[in-house]
Every structure is written in structure tokens, then in C-alpha cells.
T-cell receptor
């Protein structure tokens, strides 16, 4: 099946710990995105990448880091600098640029222990 | 930066009724998209309407776009319990590589 796979579905972080959320796509899409969703809220853009080995900060990049070493993969690291990391994290991809249709993964719920 | 803003925040209707939700945005757009999210899941693309289009249909969905008022509406006809979900409008962000900006969504509850 073609699509976007996010793992794990649930993740717990201890204080001071960095955690990495995985996002893999087999749609051959160039662009990939990370969004954060808080309860009852819309999606806020964390980072995006339009091509391998290149990525840009979104609206709320502080406390997060990403890499794009392969076209298929766009992992997100939530660092200890992110003081309020509890949220639902969504990864998405699009063929060229996102003003066309976005394809989303099923999300990762991150909680702080 | 969130550009789209949906209205109402929540909507409760009975099966068979129509559901209308609205979206307002601030800057000029190339297109506007609507997405659906079931609880605890990712978003699913429903429909895209381009700035030169005024109305678009897809099954039981009807989307309108009024660029002069910077607004769009999503109509779901003959609602079903399975339509219960949150609905988001999205527009491209000119300052973020055209990554989509999403509103806070309308939470739709359809009761049998």
C-alpha cells in the first residue's frame, strides 16, 4: 500500500530527554511537512522540506529539529528545549509543493511523563 | 501563521440534515482546500477549489468560494453518522514555501 507511515503511535518523554518521531512515505513525494496539533486547535507548521538535504523552519520550530537525508524519510526530534511537547504530531507529504493536495500520516501522540 | 478560520466551532445535527461550515481567510490565495479529521487520526483531503472557481461538487460535498469576501463554505448534504469528524479549511502560506495553513476547524456531530 502506498502512503505515509508514522511511528510510534504513542510516545512518552521524560523531562530532559530528546525523542524522535518517525515519518516514512513511499509515494515518491518531494515535499514533506511536520505539523503540531493541540486539543481543539488547528495545525501549526513546525518544519518543512521541499527537497532532499534541505528544510526550512515553520511557525513553531523552536525546540524541534529535523533531517532529510532520504526522499522517503523526514524524522522529527523533539528536544529537551521544547518545554511543552505534549501534542499530536502529524506528518504530511505532497508531490511538489503543498498548495496542492496533502497526504497525511495517522499521527503520533506525544506525552510527557 | 493560521490564515483560515472556520465557523462555527462546533455543529450538531441529526442524520439526513445538511451541514454547512464556513471558512474565512486573510490574504489572496491560489486555491483553498477542505480536509476531514476523525478523532485521533490524520487528515484526509476532501476537495480543492481554485481561486478562479466559484463552486465545486464532490459526491455529497459542495464547496463555494467567494474571493471578494475571502470566504468559503462547505456543505455536506444528507449527513450520516459517519460524517462525524472535524473539518478544516487550508490555504497556502506565502511565507512558508506554500506549506498549508490550517484553521482551528469545525467539529461536526451527526446523531442517528
Amino acid at each position: 500500500d502506498g502512503g505515509i507511515t508514522q511511528s510510534p503511535k504513542y510516545l512518552f518523554r521524560k523531562e530532559g530527554q530528546n525523542v524522535t518521531l518517525s515519518c516514512e512515505q513511499n509515494l515518491n513525494h518531494d515535499a514533506m511537512y511536520w505539523y503540531r496539533q493541540d486539543p481543539g486547535q488547528g495545525l501549526r507548521l513546525i518544519y518543512y522540506s521541499q527537497i532532499v538535504n534541505d528544510f526550512q523552519k515553520g511557525d513553531i520550530a523552536e525546540g524541534y529539529s529535523v533531517s532529510r537525508e532520504k526522499k522517503e524519510s523526514f524524522p522529527l526530534t523533539v528536544t529537551s528545549a521544547q518545554k511543552n511537547p505534549t501534542a499530536f504530531y502529524l506528518c504530511a507529504s505532497s508531490p511538489v509543493q503543498a498548495n496542492e493536495k496533502l497526504f497525511f500520516g495517522s499521527g503520533t501522540q506525544l506525552s510527557v511523563l | 501563521s493560521q490564515q483560515g478560520e472556520e465557523d462555527p466551532q462546533a455543529l450538531s445535527i441529526q442524520e439526513g440534515e445538511n451541514a454547512t461550515m464556513n471558512c474565512s481567510y486573510k490574504t489572496s490565495i491560489n486555491n483553498l482546500q477542505w480536509y476531514r479529521q476523525n478523532s485521533g487520526r490524520g487528515l484526509v483531503h476532501l476537495i480543492l477549489i481554485r481561486s478562479n472557481e466559484r463552486e465545486k461538487h464532490s459526491g455529497r460535498l459542495r464547496v463555494t468560494l467567494d474571493t471578494s469576501k475571502k470566504s468559503s463554505s462547505l456543505l455536506i448534504t444528507a449527513s450520516r453518522a459517519a460524517d462525524t469528524a472535524s473539518y478544516f479549511c487550508a490555504t497556502e502560506g506565502w511565507d512558508s514555501g506554500y506549506a498549508l495553513n490550517f484553521g482551528k476547524g469545525t467539529s461536526l456531530l451527526v446523531t442517528p
